[in-house]
Each structure stands twice: as structure tokens, then as C-alpha cells.
């Protein structure tokens, strides 16, 4: 059975830093796109960052370049989402995501998490 497990989201001030984590498991992901989307109420699902198992080639959407970091751990199967310098636009839920071959997107994907709650307060 395949999962992803994100963890390591809560409350933060703006400013500060949080890393989101990825536990996929069920099978191998070498091949597959890795990314991450958050959810802010009333909003739609919305692109954060994603990138190649293989060849560690990533993509960030404009809102949080330079602030945050996609990587991964081949040992433990886990793909990291390190944001710092958090906004109060950065709240929401944060889902991790897996996709075949091709690049993930919000519609787009083979599978999702649950997704963790990312909190940023003035």
C-alpha cells in the first residue's frame, strides 16, 4: 500500500522557519516527481515546489522562492519542504504529493497525503 506521510507543520511567528517532512512508502520513487501544494482556507489548491527523485532537479512557484527549500532523503524515503522566513500568506495546509514519470501538479498526481497544517501568526 502506497503512502505519503507529511509531518512537522504547527504554529510559527512570521519570520520563522518551520521543515515539512515526507514519508513515502509502498514502493520504489525513483522515478517519480515529488511535490508539494498547500490549501488556504477559501482558497484554491495552490503549486508550492516540486522535484525529480532521479536527478533532484527542482521548481518553485514565485511565492516562495528564495524562501524555501525542496530535498530529499534517499535512505529514508523522504522528501523535505525547509521554508523560512514564513509569511502570514504561508498558512495553510500542505499536502505532499507523487507522480509517475511526469511532473506532479494540483491536478495531476498518482498520490497525495493528508496533509499538515502550517500556521503563521503575526
Known amino acids: 500500500q502506497v503512502q505519503l506521510v507529511e509531518s512537522g507543520g504547527g504554529l510559527v511567528q512570521a519570520g520563522g522557519s518551520l521543515r515539512l517532512s515526507c514519508v513515502a512508502s509502498?514502493?520504489?520513487?525513483?522515478?517519480?516527481?515529488m511535490g508539494w501544494f498547500r490549501q488556504a482556507p477559501g482558497k484554491e489548491q495552490e503549486f508550492v515546489s516540486r522535484?525529480?527523485?532521479?536527478?533532484?532537479?527542482?521548481v518553485y512557484a514565485d511565492s516562495v522562492k528564495g524562501r524555501f527549500t525542496i530535498s530529499r532523503d534517499n535512505a529514508k524515503n523522504t522528501v523535505y519542504l525547509q521554508m523560512n522566513s514564513l509569511k502570514l500568506e504561508d498558512t495553510a495546509v500542505y499536502y505532499c504529493a507523487a507522480r509517475a514519470y511526469e511532473s506532479v501538479t494540483t491536478t495531476a498526481y498518482d498520490y497525495r497525503g493528508q496533509g499538515t497544517q502550517v500556521t503563521v501568526s503575526s
Open positions: 522535484m525529480m527523485w532521479s536527478d533532484g532537479s527542482r
Open positions: 509502498g514502493r520504489t520513487f525513483s522515478s517519480y516527481s
